[in-house]
């Protein structure tokens, strides 16, 4: 979980002048992260050297997260992913 939180804030600070909102959205089956930017152009993959440092978040992002997107919102965008919640987990009242 951290290393995708660190992926999309990470996102956001080199490519977007840095994240405009974190949101943390938690039900019993599922963990979502959202940062917003105000850059208005979406995350997509890039050709990736193994080599050649940089460049494999979005790899990231696929193989750990159970999905991720990203959807306009206010002249930016808003880059979500989203976490199965470990089993036996119970979303406790605040």
Do not use: Q, Y
């Not at 956001?12 to 994240?19: D, I, N, R």
């Not at 979005?58 to 750990?64: A, C, D, F, K, W």
């Not at 808003?78 to 406790?92: D, I, K, L």
């Amino acid at each position: 979980m951290l290393l995708l939180v660190s992926e999309v804030v990470t996102n956001a600070c080199l490519h977007a002048g840095g994240p405009r909102e974190f949101v943390l959205h938690c039900t019993a089956d599922r963990l979502r992260i959202e940062v917003t930017d105000g850059s208005p152009v979406h995350p997509r993959p890039r050709p990736s050297d193994v080599a050649t440092p940089g460049g494999h978040g979005l790899t990231v992002l696929r193989r750990l997260a159970r999905s991720w997107g990203s959807l306009p919102r206010g002249g930016g965008k808003t880059v979500w992913v989203e976490v199965s919640a470990p089993r036996g987990s119970r979303r406790r009242p605040v």
